[in-house]
């Protein structure tokens, strides 16, 4: 079973950036499928991003889609989402997951295991 741990949250204006990190222990690393999903206060958690197991394939939420990227350092057995360009509708707690299913998933029901997520405030 696969632990996760996020850190990199904070505080930013619109417009800036922030890097993300998820660093997993407990599991090998590198036979998990990886996600990023965000949930504002009131709403449902939503998927942002994920990437398969070698970092070759990534897919995106139309809503990021050329602001954020995600990758992975499977020697470090860590996952980062890069978000630039950042707008107050991003603001949210930011949680990563994991699951070693057979596809790449984008939903949270796809997904086994949770860190415990990190604040992302974006002010205007």
């Known amino acids: 079973q696969v632990q996760l741990v996020e850190s990199g949250g904070g505080l930013v204006q619109a417009g800036g950036s922030l890097r993300l990190s998820c660093a997993a222990s407990?599991?090998?690393?590198?036979?998990?499928?990886m996600g990023w999903f965000r949930q504002a206060p009131g709403k449902e958690r939503e998927f942002v991003a994920a990437?398969?197991?070698?970092?070759?394939?990534?897919y995106y939420a139309d809503s990021v889609k050329g602001r954020f990227t995600i990758s992975r350092d499977n020697g470090k057995n860590t996952v980062y989402v890069q978000m630039n360009s950042l707008k107050p509708e991003d603001t949210a707690v930011y949680y990563c997951?994991?699951?070693?299913?057979?596809?790449?998933?984008?939903?949270?029901?796809?997904?086994?295991?949770w860190g415990q997520g990190t604040q992302v405030t974006v002010s205007s």
């Open positions: 997951a994991a699951h070693s299913r057979l596809r790449l998933a984008v939903t949270a029901a796809g997904y086994d295991y």
């Open positions: 407990g599991g090998a690393f590198n036979s998990y499928y």
């Open positions: 990437i398969t197991r070698s970092g070759g394939s990534t």
